[in-house]
C-alpha cells in the first residue's frame, strides 16, 4: 500500500493520537479513500489535478443554479408575451415593456396587484406573482433591448 509522501515518517507514538493513527495509518477510512482515489499518492500533480476537478464541479452547480433562475423569470415572462410582445417588444397600439424603468414597472405591478390601478386582466395576472416575483420580472423587462 502506498502512503502519501511524508505520512509513513509521522511517528505513532505520543505524537499522534489514537484516532488519528486510526484514520490515516490503521488502514482508516481517511487512508482509504486516499489510496482509492490516488493510485499514485506521491505525485503532486494528481492532487492539483483533483483539486481543479473539484473547483470545476463545484463552479458548474453555481452556474447550473443562476442559470435555472433566470429561465425561471423567462418562463414568467413569456406569460406576458400574448398583450406585451416577445419579451417586451409589444406591436403597435399595445403597450411594451422591454427597457422600461425598473422601479416605474416593479411600481404599476405591484399596484395592479394591490388593487389600485384598475385593468381588464392585470390585476388578475399580477395576483398570481410574489413581490419578489414581480421585482425579478421588471428587472427582466428592464434589461431587455427596446
Not at 398583450?83 to 405591478?109: F, S
Request: hydrophobic content about 40%.
Amino acid at each position: 500500500m502506498h502512503f502519501p509522501t511524508g505520512w509513513s515518517s509521522i511517528p505513532e507514538g505520543r505524537y499522534a493520537p489514537q484516532a488519528y493513527r486510526y484514520l490515516f495509518f490503521e488502514e482508516g477510512p481517511l487512508l482509504q479513500f486516499w489510496v482509492r482515489f490516488h493510485p499514485n499518492p506521491q505525485s503532486e500533480t494528481t492532487m492539483q489535478r483533483t483539486t481543479r476537478w473539484l473547483a470545476a464541479a463545484t463552479l458548474l452547480a453555481l452556474s447550473a443554479g443562476a442559470q435555472a433562475q433566470v429561465n425561471q423569470v423567462r418562463v414568467w415572462a413569456a406569460a406576458c408575451a400574448n398583450c406585451h410582445g416577445t419579451e417586451g417588444r409589444a406591436q403597435p397600439g399595445m403597450i411594451g415593456l422591454a427597457g422600461r424603468n425598473k422601479d416605474e414597472l416593479l411600481q404599476q405591478l405591484l399596484a395592479f396587484k394591490n388593487g389600485q390601478r384598475p385593468a381588464t386582466i392585470m390585476h388578475q395576472l399580477s395576483k398570481g406573482y410574489s413581490d419578489e416575483q414581480l421585482a425579478q420580472l421588471a428587472a427582466y423587462f428592464a434589461a431587455q433591448k427596446k
